[in-house]
């Protein structure tokens, strides 16, 4: 309502309400159930009973009045009314009536006076109804805009009675345009008859109204006739750019897409970037024909009618170029992909040509992948801008949209390192398709990172190429919203949506979308509605599934053809000119593609998209096979426990628990011991101490799942103040990140991933809240973190923190799936390694797809840490951390184990009494992690220490085959037994049985000593849970459990 009336005060004539106070402006005043609003139109001066003795009795007249017209006399009545009809200074009044003839002509004059007070609230209505119009064009315009370049089913704006324009009805085919919802808004003038939803119609096309300052269409005019103004919105909103904006609750934003839209002439080229813009879709058309021509029956997921991707991508960087962006990082599905790295990237076309060689051998270790998933990172001139631009397209799989959240952890990681803070020297640009950008869910997941203190990259622009069709499925079938891009509706990003056909319309979107970006540093989408000349692929034949839209693509004419008629048209360029600049770039394809002949060795490592600069030798081999001790001196192990231990702050209230916490700590540290937290915290603060950035992520670690980690400490007294002690260790430490992600583990797992592609030296780590979630992430840890090296010859340091332990939590807070990581190493079961090979440990660690450990001490958790750094490469880390070990008693290390010359332990040997007497063993127990504590306390309770042996197996990936012939070979009495409190088709068992069969040549057998298979994790029922316990507990210790089966 307060709009709308400040809308009729504007609307209004000039009143004395403009130069005179309300007579009550400074009385309070008196209860009632509307809002008094004074439109005195006389100067007071001018009506002669007017005065100040007087106001007062005014004021009382004039509330009743309001309240009932016919409660006051009928001269009040007329004067009232005549004051807010804007009568003249001195005319409102009018004297009582005589029989005269003058003052029947008087009584008339007054009449007149009321009757003009309905016209003056038709004035306001009309200017009202524009002002709703005009909205209604910003809101819902995009709706008929003609967007599709197949013209199937888009408005038809061609006889007017206005401008005239009609609304066509949907195609009879049934094939839909780019926006789902079919119905034209019914308060969009499409025709005449639509004006009588805003109470106006034809007569008043010509009546001139007052533009609102939420518009700009007027240009330097502040009013328009209603036929220009509607005329002006429908160039504005309803041609080939539809822009969805007004849903953004931020004024200052959308009066910026207001102007950047609506202002007259706004979208204009010159000749010179016409021109530019034709070279551009001739490579980007050529680039495809030639492939076509050379290899017609490849697999390339062409860009055919999408050509218009290559200069709108060009346009986006050379305007962040201009606008001081420097990196830009880049993610994409394969549609498209050798085009944009053959004409953004700048990849060498013979490079490109060679990989459709069947017969070119791999030079690099690892499998590879397809051409169309490769990446590439490339340093060169913006001839547009002249400055250097770094451009790194990130690889990815065919999970498509996976590599978003990559793509995101990777800018943010350059931002980082380049200290830019604010995202004004790089950037990112996600390029997505229409069927995937509407169905998968880790676009969403990536969105709300979008905005995040930890997570924020400050503004990607989004690119669908909106082909219309998803694979074989019809938009019909693959989303219920209107466009394929209403998700990003939920973090306020704009969307421009633009027919791909107009060339110069997709170029200043792009311009606008940059500029966004670059003004605001949020996200924006751009969605190129497009259609795909081809089937899925080249060799898919589309007419089986979409018959009717492919009759049309045949006919379509291509982009290149149109824009080039049209420049030639202008006078822009001659026919000459156009034929001269495709000879020129069919000249450069197969000059590449004779150069490509002569490739017969296929470089991997020349498609890297993430190279890491003096961290290997020039040919891309480790500076050394070795690893120093991960040990350190004691002050520094006593100097990080007494920071942990305390709050470096002054005047910091902490919680009285944790200040019980803190005080455990520093018992800890002056007995020279650690527990698992103070490990995690030793082995970080020392890597922030050498330089190395510590990045923790995910779901609570700040605190830490289980109550243990408390790395931000909260004020209890002050809101919002908090302090991290790890970044209060040294003068001139590496900055420590931990960060509480958002509840998400696909995006924050990818991200994360991203993050530590950029840079070996720095320890990124995901925690997962239980390990039973990684499931959640399955598709980065499946595609990229497993096989990442093999498919791009790309390592990667990342650490997964996975909290994994039977402890009648039930089915969903028990397991990691440690089967499941195990499946996926790369190492062979059957094969015995060279165990005399020099430095054996660190060539296992070389030749691994990742390493998997489960460590059942605070101090081997520290070394594993330290060593994920001080190894000379690099390879994800899955560690299966654990939960009551976190607090048990037993679970300690002595600072003695961390100091100077200690190493990581692969594998823990008994040295109990078991040890001392080895002869006498009878039963060799191999386990790993927490179980361990339970065989101790059982072998205890039975007091069989000196027959039973137990040996802990902490890393199981690489398997220490070297370490554990020792075990068996020193065991020479002993039955060999693997113990886990897993069911026997899950956990270690399948992974580690055939490796120590192997181990020990098959001499004997590997029994089994565990819990039964079973569908389920673990059972939900605690009684259950210590039976299964203690069956297997009995099993393990039973020297004749296993003989029935000898």
């Known amino acids: 309502m307060f709009h709308l009336r400040t809308c009729a005060a504007k609307l209004r004539p000039l009143t004395a309400s403009q130069t005179v106070k309300t007579l009550s402006q400074n009385k309070p005043a008196a209860i009632r159930t509307f809002q008094q609003i004074r439109c005195y139109s006389a100067p007071v001066a001018a009506e002669p009973f007017l005065s100040g003795t007087s106001s007062n009795y005014v004021e009382e007249m004039y509330c009743a009045w309001l309240e009932n017209p016919k409660s006051v006399h009928k001269s009040w009545d007329i004067f009232f009314r005549n004051t807010n009809a804007g009568a003249p200074p001195g005319t409102a009044y009018q004297s009582p009536l005589s029989l005269s003839r003058s003052s029947l002509a008087t009584m008339a004059h007054a009449q007149s006076l009321v009757e003009a007070q309905p016209n003056v609230d038709k004035l306001v209505e009309d200017h009202l109804a524009v002002q ?35 609304v066509a009805q949907l195609d009879p085919l049934g094939i839909l345009d780019a926006d789902l919802d079919s119905s034209v808004p019914a308060d969009i003038i499409s025709s005449t008859d639509k004006l009588g939803f805003y109470g106006l119609d034809e007569s008043d096309l010509d009546k001139v109204f007052h533009l609102p300052t939420t518009t700009f269409i007027g240009g330097q005019e502040s009013a328009l006739p209603l036929r220009e103004i509607i005329r002006r919105l429908e160039m504005a909103y309803c041609q080939h750019i539809g822009v969805e904006f007004m849903f953004i609750n931020d004024l200052e934003q959308c009066q910026w897409i207001r102007q950047k839209f609506e202002t007259p002439g706004i979208m204009q080229f010159t000749n010179e970037e016409k021109r530019t813009l034709l070279a551009r879709l001739v490579r980007s058309t050529r680039f495809e024909e030639f492939l076509q021509r050379k290899w017609s029956s490849e697999k390339r997921f062409g860009l055919e009618g999408c050509e218009v991707l290559i200069p709108a991508l060009k346009t986006i ?19 498209g992909r050798l085009n944009v790295l053959a004409n953004v990237i700048r990849k060498e076309l013979e490079q490109i040509f060679c990989q459709f060689d069947s017969k070119l051998e791999a030079a690099d270790e690892g499998s590879g992948d397809m051409k169309y998933h490769l990446g590439m990172y490339h340093r060169r001139i913006n001839r547009v801008t002249d400055r250097n631009i770094t451009l790194s397209l990130v690889a990815n799989p065919s999970h498509l949209e996976a590599a978003d959240p990559v793509v995101m952890g990777k800018t943010k990681a350059e931002q980082f390192y380049c200290g830019d803070t604010e995202g004004k020297k790089v950037m990112s640009i996600l390029l997505h398709g229409d069927a995937a950008f509407a169905g998968q869910g880790i676009v969403y997941e990536t969105f709300h990172l979008s905005d995040l203190p930890s997570y924020t990259t400050h503004g990607t622009v989004h690119v669908v190429v909106n082909n219309q069709i998803g694979f074989t499925t019809d938009p019909r079938m693959a989303r219920s919203s209107p ?45 190129l509605v497009c259609y795909r000349r081809n089937g899925h692929n080249e060799m898919d034949e589309p007419m089986f599934t979409q018959p009717l839209m492919y009759k049309q693509i045949r006919k379509q004419k291509p982009v290149l053809q149109k824009y080039a008629e049209l420049l030639v048209s202008q006078g822009v360029v001659n026919q000459p000119e156009y034929e001269e600049e495709i000879s020129k770039y069919d000249k450069i394809c197969e000059e590449a593609f004779t150069r490509s002949k002569d490739e017969k060795i296929l470089h991997i490592k020349h498609w890297l998209d993430s190279p890491w600069p003096g961290f290997f030798t020039l040919d891309g081999q480790p500076r050394s096979m070795s690893c120093p001790s991960t040990g350190l001196e004691e002050d520094v192990l006593a100097h990080i426990g007494n920071v942990a231990s305390s709050v470096p702050v002054e005047n910091f209230t902490i919680h009285g628990g944790l200040s019980r916490i803190l005080k455990t700590r520093k018992e800890l540290v002056t007995n020279r011991t650690v527990d698992w937290a103070l490990a995690e915290y030793m082995a970080f603060g020392s890597l922030l101490k050498e330089g190395i950035h510590v990045r923790l992520s995910g779901q609570d670690v700040e605190r830490g799942t289980f109550s243990h980690r408390h790395h931000v400490l909260h004020d209890q007294n002050v809101d919002k103040r908090t302090c991290i002690p790890m970044n209060h260790l040294w003068p001139n430490q590496a900055p420590y990140t931990v960060c509480n992600s958002s509840l998400s583990e696909y995006g924050v797992l990818g991200f994360e991933l991203g993050f530590a ?7 990124v780590l995901w925690e997962a809240q239980f ?72 060539n296992q660690l070389y030749d691994c797809n990742w390493i998997v450990v489960n460590c059942s001490t605070p101090g081997n958790f520290f070394h594993v840490l330290r060593r994920q750094i001080l190894l000379p490469f690099r390879k994800p880390l899955i560690v299966f951390t654990p939960k009551s070990l976190l607090r048990h008693p037993e679970a300690r290390t002595s600072f003695d184990e961390m100091l100077p010359g200690t190493h990581f332990q692969r594998v823990i040997p008994e040295d109990g009494p078991a040890a001392q007497n080895p002869n006498n063993v009878k039963r060799l127990l191999f386990c790993t992690g927490k179980v361990y504590y339970d065989l101790t306390r059982e072998r205890k309770a ?12 902490e890393q199981l990936s690489p398997f220490p085959f070297d370490l554990l012939l020792k075990e068996a070979q020193k065991y020479p009495n002993a039955e060999l037994a693997w113990c886990q409190e897993e069911h026997k088709n899950q956990g270690y068992y399948d992974y580690v049985k055939p490796r120590l069969r192997t181990t020990i040549d098959r001499a004997k057998p590997v029994w089994y000593a565990g819990r039964d298979p079973a569908a389920a994790p673990a059972t939900g029922n605690k009684k259950t849970h210590l039976t299964e316990l203690q069956r297997f507990l009995d099993t393990a210790f039973d020297l004749d459990a296993f003989k029935k089966f000898s």
């Not at 209403?486 to 969307?495: F, K």
């Not at 949506?497 to 003004?519: G, I, L, Q």
């Not at 498919?791 to 807070?813: A, D, F």
């Not at 990691?816 to 390694?833: G, I």
């Open 771 to 842: 390990g039973d979630f990684n499931n959640m992430a399955q598709c980065i840890i499946d595609q990229f973190i497993c096989p990442g090296q093999a498919k791009w010859v790309r390592q990667n340091g990342i650490v997964l923190l996975l909290p994994h332990g039977m402890e009648g939590m039930g089915p969903e807070h028990s397991s990691a799936r440690p089967e499941r990581f195990l499946q996926m190493c790369n190492d062979d079961p059957d094969v015995l390694p060279d165990l005399q090979e020099d430095n054996f440990d660190i």
């Open 132 to 166: 709703s119009l005009i909205r209604a064009y910003q809101v819902r315009g995009h709706h008929i805009a003609k967007l599709d370049p197949l013209g199937i089913s888009c408005v038809n704006f061609d006889d007017a009675p206005i401008r005239g324009h009609h």
């Open 942 to 953: 039975r007091d069989m220490a000196e027959q039973v042996a137990i040996t802990r197996i």
């Open 483 to 527: 466009y394929p891009t209403d998700v990003a509706r939920v973090v306020n990003a704009p969307i421009f949506h633009v027919n791909s056909d107009d060339p110069e319309a997709v170029m200043y979107v792009c311009k606008v979308a940059a500029e966004w970006r670059s003004t605001f540093h949020k996200d924006v989408v751009v969605d």
């Open 757 to 763: 592609m950029a840079s070996p030296n720095a320890l």
């Open 317 to 335: 960087i050379d305007k962040s170029s201009e606008n001081g962006i420097d990196y830009v990082i880049m993610g994409m599905p394969h549609r």
